[in-house]
């Protein structure tokens, strides 16, 4: 076929040079005893500050640090107690009064108490804040009001009924007003808990300290001793009473790592270690599962920011073609998801369609039918559109323009290096020059979020049970609205039509009556072509059969503070 894989003996080789450049170290089955969780992290987080986040590194490095009012029950995906231990609706739904656990603390034995709720959402709310977190809490465009009565008392009022306030308000992070509360008010709170921060620096209430981090090899935690959890017999949780991420340079380091013995657990394993794994479960003592579709998106996307593409009053021609249906449509039916499902994905994949994934089952729209691959069409939509073929390999715009963009992904993800081989070849086919290159992560979250700089790119985001929670992503004024960012109204008609329905579907209370919002929400996206949708992954994950009480689930693992080692 077309593209060809690296050998394993190569795979493996850069691997192993990967593991001998770290210097962490720990003797095989120390873990059980020491009930120590290893697993391996592909990259460096970018903060450690919750508020700031926009990549999912820095997310799973600090999740077990912060906590919310409110979580996601992944089992039955409906809210439950964090930090509130109760909460209220009144009957008209436009107040929600939450109630503190009591005696809850600070990593540095502080008292969290509501003002530190109310600290919280004044930095949200902040428009020189740079958080992703603020798009999700509007309602009408206007802030949520919030008060606390007393220490423990949470109120929450509302302009009118938000359906998705539990999973958007109840889960922002809390962050301590008495620890960050004079750089938030010297104007220095977006520069505040970066990666040189020291560990004890970072107070939270979670599961875990963070104790040790050392950029490209580790980041180590201990239990909380105050973590407010207790099993059914009063013991304390966690269970686990440490927990360690080796960072590695990609997923065959991890892979790599978790063959040896090296690490405990193995999330979302590629479809060949797939079935490596499941070949060697007995002998490895590994459990192999599959858990499900993936629930986020994988998508190819065209930038039509035009703080890019104009330079003092002169527009770049890739303006001109990014936003016009005809190229688009094209690029649609030039992605092979067969093919990229067959040669990426060993099979472990089906065709994505909508932007909110069949997991999802009441908000995916399975209405919507696909771009088919066929390079006969994708030739004669350009054509259509003024782009024709002046010589073999070459095909230029109305204006002579030759059609030639670049094209990035992240380093480390072999399958999206595949991906983007093989819609370089097919766009090769139809004349249009394609300049790939993967690019560290970190640098490509810059282009995306701070200087624009990229033509196109293929990339993912995680997606979840409410989706409203995609809203920075959907809505025109959203920081992650990838394609034309941070617009101050919107640029076109479907997106000021995708704002309303935002507005429309976190409005409607009965959950079967909002589904149709998010419906036209998808359906707007496939027929505009916001991003071109690949394929979705099927799921696995493996651990170590001493592990216990470990239930993974598409939407996150089922009661993680119960997971240990069996008794040795």
Known sequence: MRIHKPTKFVAALLSLVAIAACHVERTQGDHASEQNLYQAEPGDPRTFN???????????????????????NPLTTLPEGELAESWEISKDEKTVTFHLRRDLKWFDGQPLTARDFLFTMKVVYDPKIATSIRSVLLVDGQPIASSAPDDHTIVLKLPRPFAPLLSSAGSVPIVPEHVLGAAYAAGKFNQTWGINTAPDQLVGTGAFKMTRYVPSQVVQYVRNPDFWMTDEHGGQLPRLH???????QDLNAAYLRFLSGQTDLFLHPRPEEVMDLRDQQQKLGITVKEIGIDTGTLFFCFNRNPRHFVRNGVGSPKLAWFTDLNFLRAMAHAVDKDGIINLCF??????????ISPANKIFHNPDLKDYEYDLSEAARLLEA???????????????GNRLEFNLVTNTGTPERDQMCAIFKQDLGNLGIKVNYRPIDFITLVEKLDSNFDWDCVLMGFTGGIEPNDGANFYRSSGNLHLWNPNQPKPATEWEARIDQLLDQGA????TAKRAP???EIQKILHDQLAVIQTVRQIRYHAWVNTLENYRPTVWGTYKPEWIQFKAQ
Do not use: C, N, Q
């Not at 440490?242 to 590695?248: G, H, K, L, P, S």
């Not at 060993?346 to 932007?355: E, I, L, M, N, T």
């Not at 559109?385 to 230029?396: D, N």
């Open 507 to 510: 409005a409607e209370m009965d």
């Open 50 to 72: 919750p508020i700031l986040i926009t990549d999912a590194t820095s997310g799973e490095t600090i999740g077990d640090l912060f906590e919310g009012l409110v979580r996601t």
């Open 242 to 248: 440490a927990e360690t991420r080796m960072i590695v």
């Open 385 to 399: 559109g003024g782009y024709h073929l002046v010589a073999p390999g070459v095909r230029v715009d109305s204006k």
């Open 517 to 519: 919002y998010y419906w």
């Open 346 to 355: 060993h099979g472990f994949a089906s065709p994505a369609v909508a932007d």
